[in-house]
Each structure stands twice: as structure tokens, then as C-alpha cells.
T-cell receptor
């Protein structure tokens, strides 16, 4: 049961352009979302979060958009840099259900070309 | 910056053997987690731990798995009798609280069961 889906396994973007990574979820109880970046041989590193009471959250080059009606979120990286090349995971949880677990997507491998 | 540390970074074991994976969460964090990632697949929740007891576990976390906080700093995952399908990268994570909090992940233990 894949409650969090990242349908693009990989994405290549030119340095300086925008990277858009997408994530869809099926569980309407999810109300808090995180994006993580993962380099090889390292653990996931937190990037940015968004609560369902917002539709946008910005932190420097990273912006996350949430469309609750479509159960869709996206991560925008502008401008993209070669150091952004990594696997990006979205994660979701439903705080009202009392669960502490995050459900992760399968990840999107971003490659930023110099 | 404080970080979650995991040892060992690699563990090779024979099928049927017991393994213990070790983690030192960030010192003021109260919630602890184990996740795993089978090669090429999503990061999967195993178990969450708070106040010296399991608060939630997934269907993966069967009787072969156990967790313990033997002292004030370590958090361990034990697999009693390893199976081939237990081969994965195991990540420990911690968070200050159990609400809308980001998880801090360790760099993982790569478990290979032969």
C-alpha cells in the first residue's frame, strides 16, 4: 500500500535552472509533510517541511507547495546547483491519528548538470 | 551540530545469526525510531520508541525484532535470527518531540545477510 508516491525515479536539470520534484499521497489524514535529501552512504537530511494549514513554505532556494485537494506536494529548488544532486524523499504523517511514524516515498534522484 | 551516530557502518552476518545495531540519538531528544531501506526501495518505518517503550511498530517489526534503550544514551535494534530479506540499510532517527517534528537520521548501518 503505497500511500506516498514519487512517480519520477530520476530528474536531470541544468545548473541554474529550476528543479521541481513531485510527490502524491493518498491518505487524506496526512497533514504534515517533510522533504529529505540523501547522499550516498549518508542518512537522510531534513530540508523543509509544510503543515496542511499552509499551501507554501519557503526556505532560501527551497520552496514546498501543497495542494490538499489534489493530495499533491512539490519541492522547487531555484537555482539548482551541482551540490543539490542527491535522492530526494518526501514523507508524510497524520498527526490527528496519533501516529508518530512518517511514511516515505520511493525517492527521486536529482542530477544537476554543470 | 549534534548528530545521531550509528555503529557499525557495515555488518555482515550469516543467516540465522543474531545482530545488534547500535545508535546514539541526540542527547535531548525523547523519541527514537528505526527505519530501513532495502536497496532501490523506499525508506520504511520499523518502530518508534518513547518513554522506554514501543509507541508504534510496523508489520515488518515482528517477533524477530526488538529494541532497547539499555542506558541513557544508546538505542539498539536486535534481530534475533536474521533472514536474507533483512539485508538493508538500517537508519536510526530521533526527534525532540513526537508531534510535528523533523527527524534527525544517522548515517545508517548496512546489514548484509549471507
Amino acid at each position: 500500500d503505497q500511500q506516498v508516491k514519487q512517480n519520477s525515479p530520476s530528474l536531470s536539470v541544468q545548473e541554474g535552472r529550476i528543479s521541481i520534484l513531485n510527490c502524491d499521497y493518498t491518505n487524506s489524514m496526512f497533514d504534515y509533510f517533510l522533504w529529505y535529501k540523501k547522499y550516498p552512504a549518508e542518512g537522510p537530511t531534513f530540508l523543509i517541511s509544510i503543515s496542511s494549514i499552509k499551501d507554501k513554505n519557503e526556505d532560501g532556494r527551497f520552496t514546498v507547495f501543497l495542494n490538499k485537494s489534489a493530495k499533491h506536494l512539490s519541492l522547487h529548488i531555484v537555482p539548482s546547483q551541482p551540490g543539490d544532486s542527491a535522492v530526494y524523499f518526501c514523507a508524510a504523517r497524520g498527526t490527528t491519528s496519533g501516529t508518530y511514524k512518517y511514511i516515505f516515498g520511493t525517492g527521486t534522484r536529482l542530477k544537476v548538470l554543470a | 551540530e549534534p548528530e545521531v551516530t550509528q555503529t557499525p557502518s557495515h555488518q555482515v552476518t550469516q543467516m540465522g545469526q543474531e545482530v545488534i545495531l547500535r545508535c546514539v540519538p541526540i542527547s535531548n531528544h525523547l523519541y527514537f525510531y528505526w527505519y530501513r531501506q532495502i536497496l532501490g526501495q523506499k525508506v520504511e518505518f520499523l518502530v518508534s520508541f518513547y518513554n522506554n517503550e514501543i509507541s508504534e511498530k510496523s508489520e515488518i517489526f515482528d517477533d524477530q525484532f526488538s529494541v532497547e534503550r539499555p542506558d541513557g544514551s544508546n538505542f539498539t535494534l536486535k534481530i534475533r535470527s536474521t533472514k536474507l530479506e533483512d539485508s538493508a540499510m538500517y537508519f536510526c532517527a530521533s526527534s525532540i518531540r513526537g508531534g510535528n517534528e523533523k527527524l534527525f537520521f544517522g548515517s545508517g548501518t548496512q546489514l548484509s545477510v549471507l
